[in-house]
């Protein structure tokens, strides 16, 4: 079992920058598959980006491609999102999810074993 903890969503301008935090408890951290994925009012949930057990390897959405970076540190149970360059469209709630998976990525939400309970991310005009 895996219990994740997001945290450092908020109200930027257009263009300003955001890192968002999830916290992982358990030990086995660096097991995982980890994901960020948001999901706006009114629409259905999407990937933003997946990084690989070991860091090596990651994925993004075209959307955010450029301005996202997805990292993570083993040795803190801790993934990050630095998101850069921000657009309005980005507003969303902002989910961390784990896979039971070193190597498979998963680019679809019931790929996905365990979830935060979400951070809000508003980005203004």
């Known amino acids: 079992q895996v219990q994740l903890v997001e945290s450092g969503g908020g109200l930027v301008q257009a263009g300003g920058s955001l890192k968002l935090s999830c916290a992982a408890s358990g030990s086995t951290f660096s097991s995982y598959t980890m994901g960020w994925f948001r999901q706006a009012p009114g629409k259905e949930r999407e990937f933003v980006a997946a990084i690989r057990w070991s860091g090596d390897t990651t994925y993004y959405a075209d959307s955010v491609k450029g301005r996202f970076t997805i990292s993570r540190d083993n040795a803190e149970n801790t993934v990050y999102l630095q998101m850069n360059s921000l657009k309005p469209e980005d507003t969303a709630v902002y989910y961390c999810?784990?896979?039971?998976?070193?190597?498979?990525?998963?680019?679809?939400?019931?790929?996905?074993?365990?979830w935060g309970q979400g951070t809000q991310v508003t980005v203004s005009y």
């Open positions: 999810a784990a896979r039971k998976s070193r190597y498979r990525m998963g680019l679809l939400s019931y790929e996905y074993d365990y």
